[in-house]
Structures are given as C-alpha cells and as structure tokens.
C-alpha cells in the first residue's frame, strides 16, 4: 500500500479539495467585504457575476480559475469514468464563466471596469453558468452520493442528505433565474 508523504511541502488531496470548497463557498462574502472595505461600495451587486465590474473582479475571476483548474484536474474516481469526464467538463465551464463576463447591467454597481455591451459574450457567460450549475447539480446529486459497495454508515447517509440538498438547491436556482 502506498505510505503517504511526510514532505511538508506537499499537502493531501482532502486538504487541496477543502481549499477549494472553502474558496467557493466564502467567494461571495469576501467579494462583498472586499468592495465594503476597499471600493467603498455599500451596494450589493446583482448577481456574483456582477462583481467581475468591482475591486473584487480579479477575485471573483482567480477563483474560477482555482476551481476550473482543480476540476480539470481531478481525474477522478478510480473506475468512474463518468466521474472524470463530469468534473473536467465543469471546469472548462468555469473557465468560460471566469473569460466571458456577462454585461454590465446594475444600475448601482461600484463598477470600476466597463466594457461594452455584447449579447454574445452575455449570452455565452450565461450559457457557461447555466451549464456548469447543472453539472455541478448532476455531480452533487449522484457522483457524491454513490457508495462503491461499502457500507452506508450513519455519517456517509448524513452526507448524502447534505449533498442531494445542495444538488436540488442548485437546480432550483438554475429555474428561478431562468424564469
């Protein structure tokens, strides 16, 4: 069996997934204290898209591409095909989410950054968004969920209450704003 590393340099794949979930769940908190703090912009955006116009633009774009990049990646479960084709699929999303920005539509923005109008990198950010917020459901609601012939354990069954939550959730929004 493999005897994981005692280098300090190198840090465990749970470690490097738990950064990258953390990053995405206090993004839209530290986008919103950033431009608090130092855009002086007490107005809450739109949508976290519209942050791309703020001080916290670069933020909100090296995040995508911390995640887009841990994502592509991730070569997934052993034996799982689906899994690696899944989570690479989300990431080059979230690349397109982070390089196409959608438009400049808040009329109370704290924008810094202004870029013209385009319908068509509008409509891809929205294409790109949509599409990774599906996968990211599909991956949610049944990759995290499997259980590979173990046992199911009170804690594996908690968890999977967790992530068909956070899956539903997902693509509830996804209506919502559609509508």
């Not at 530290?30 to 912009?41: E, I, P, R, S, T």
């Not at 699929?89 to 982070?98: E, F, N, P, W």
């Not at 968004?129 to 594996?156: D, N, W």
Request: glycine share 6%; with cysteine.
């Amino acid at each position: 069996m493999h005897q994981p590393s005692k280098d300090p340099r190198l840090i465990s794949f749970k470690t490097l997934v738990q950064s990258i979930g953390w990053m995405s769940v206090l993004l839209p908190a530290a986008m919103l204290v950033g431009n608090y703090l130092f855009g002086h912009c007490y107005t809450i955006q739109d949508s976290v898209s519209d942050y791309y116009y703020t001080v916290t633009g670069d933020l909100l774009v090296g995040t995508l591409c911390a995640v887009a990049l841990f994502l592509i990646s991730y070569k997934g479960y052993p034996g799982d095909r689906l899994d690696g084709f899944l989570s690479t699929s989300a990431g080059i999303l979230a690349l397109g989410v982070a390089f196409f920005p959608t438009n400049e539509t808040s009329a109370d923005s704290c924008a810094i950054v202004h870029l013209p109008l385009n319908e068509l990198r509008n409509n891809l950010h929205n294409v790109f968004s949509a599409a990774l917020f599906l996968i990211l459901a599909a991956i949610s609601l049944f990759q995290f969920t499997k259980s590979r012939g173990v046992v199911i354990t009170r804690q594996k069954k908690q968890r999977n209450r967790v992530y068909r939550i956070c899956g539903v959730l997902m693509l509830v929004c996804i209506v919502l704003l559609a509508l």
